[in-house]
C-alpha cells in the first residue's frame, strides 16, 4: 500500500507560480511512475502531467505545456509540479497518483495508476 499526501496549494494570481509536493510513504518510491491529474468543479479528472521512474520521461498536457514542470526526488519519496504562469483554468484540485508501469507512452492514463493522494486545491484569481 502507498499513501500519498499533496502539500502546496492555494489561492494565487493570475500569473503568479505555487509549487506542489506529493509525499509519498513506500521505500520502492523509485518503481512507480508518478502522475498529476486535476479536476475542475463540474468536469472530469484530467492528466496533467507524468514522470517515469527514473525520471528520464516526461509528458504534460498541451494547456500546460511550457509553464509547468514536473520532477521527483526519489531520495527524498517526493514528486513536485511547479506551475508558473497560472490562469484561472488552472483552478482544481489536484492529485498526484503512483502506477508501476514504465512505459511513457502511458503515463497519461488514469486507470493505470493504483494510487491516488487526497487532493490539494488550487485557485486562480483573474
Known amino acids: 500500500q502507498v499513501q500519498l499526501v499533496e502539500s502546496g496549494g492555494g489561492l494565487v494570481q493570475a500569473g503568479g507560480s505555487l509549487r506542489l509536493s506529493c509525499a509519498a510513504s513506500?521505500?520502492?518510491?523509485?518503481?512507480?511512475?508518478m502522475g498529476w491529474f486535476r479536476q475542475a468543479p463540474g468536469k472530469e479528472r484530467e492528466f496533467v502531467a507524468g514522470i517515469t521512474w527514473s525520471g528520464g520521461s516526461t509528458r504534460y498536457t498541451d494547456s500546460v505545456k511550457g509553464r509547468f514542470t514536473i520532477s521527483r526526488d526519489n531520495a527524498e519519496n517526493t514528486v513536485y509540479l511547479q506551475m508558473n504562469s497560472l490562469k484561472p483554468e488552472d483552478t482544481a484540485v489536484y492529485y498526484c497518483?503512483?502506477?508501476?508501469?514504465?512505459?511513457?507512452?502511458?503515463?497519461?492514463?488514469?486507470?493505470?495508476?493504483?494510487?491516488w493522494g487526497q487532493g490539494t486545491q488550487v485557485t486562480v484569481s483573474s
Open positions: 497518483a503512483a502506477g508501476h508501469f514504465t512505459s511513457p507512452a502511458v503515463i497519461g492514463v488514469s486507470s493505470l495508476y493504483a494510487y
Open positions: 513506500t521505500r520502492t518510491f523509485s518503481s512507480y511512475a
